[in-house]
């Protein structure tokens, strides 16, 4: 149990364009999910915090125009990166918790890789 | 302010060998404490985590991970290395604060280099 996917795994683009990751929670029903960003070799950093059904929180210093997050029903977020440029590639995970015990798990999706040319 | 520090970015051992990665943690209350392993270009694996109750905790692939709380550590163990247990770790802590809905603090990362 605790599965969390995202699609796709990696996507190569131009710079300029949109790029849409999911990230669904396959067998629960997720209250929160969070969007992180990993550099190589390095730790992962929160770039924001998103309810289902309500606007995204974003950690400061992270644009909310340009990384726009999604968080339309209980098993699905999606976070999208506007206008990329080549510095915003990178490793983009996401996971999914559930309030359980009076804390919050969280479960981790397998990551999409982002490549901007 | 709420941190962890992971001392080491690299543990080198020999296989067979036990293993500890290092964790310290800085929390306001009780602290609730994970382990995740990352293999390279996946994401995060959960390993163990400590909440409540005894401080020694088991976890997955044979690790385990005691809490301190004088020494506010919680430091990975393994009796017996695997080179397949050669990957990054993270230690993290969940925040408190009603505001953070359980949001985590991630260490820098250790990895990990079992050789046979």
């Known amino acids: 149990g605790a599965v969390v996917s995202q699609h796709p795994s990696w996507v190569i683009c131009k710079s300029g364009t949109s790029v849409k990751i999911e990230c669904r929670s396959l067998?629960?029903?997720?209250?929160?999910m969070f969007w992180y960003r990993q550099f190589p070799k390095q730790s992962l950093m929160l770039m924001a915090t998103s309810n289902e059904g309500s606007k995204a929180t974003y950690e400061q210093g992270v644009e909310k125009d340009k990384f726009l997050i999604n968080h339309a029903s209980l098993t699905l977020s999606t976070l999208t990166v506007t206008s990329a440029h080549p510095e915003d590639s990178s490793f983009y995970i996401c996971s999914a918790s559930w309030a359980s015990g009076g804390y919050n798990e969280q479960f981790f999706g397998p990551g999409t890789r982002l490549t901007v040319l | 302010a709420q941190s962890v520090a992971q001392p080491e970015d690299q543990v080198n051992v020999a296989e067979g060998n036990p293993l500890t990665v290092k964790c310290t943690y800085s929390v306001s209350g009780n602290p609730y404490l994970f382990w995740y392993v990352q293999y390279p270009n996946r994401g995060l694996q959960f390993l163990l985590k400590?909440?409540?109750?005894?401080?020694l905790v088991k976890g997955s692939y044979g690790f385990e991970a005691e809490f301190n709380k004088s020494q506010t550590s919680f430091h990975l163990k393994k009796p017996s290395a695997l080179v397949s247990d050669s990957a990054l770790y993270f230690c993290a802590v969940r925040a408190h604060g009603s505001s953070n809905t359980g949001k985590l603090i991630f260490g820098q990362g250790t990895t990990l280099q079992v050789k046979p």
């Open positions: 067998d629960f029903q997720a209250t929160t």
């Open positions: 400590y909440i409540t109750g005894d401080n």
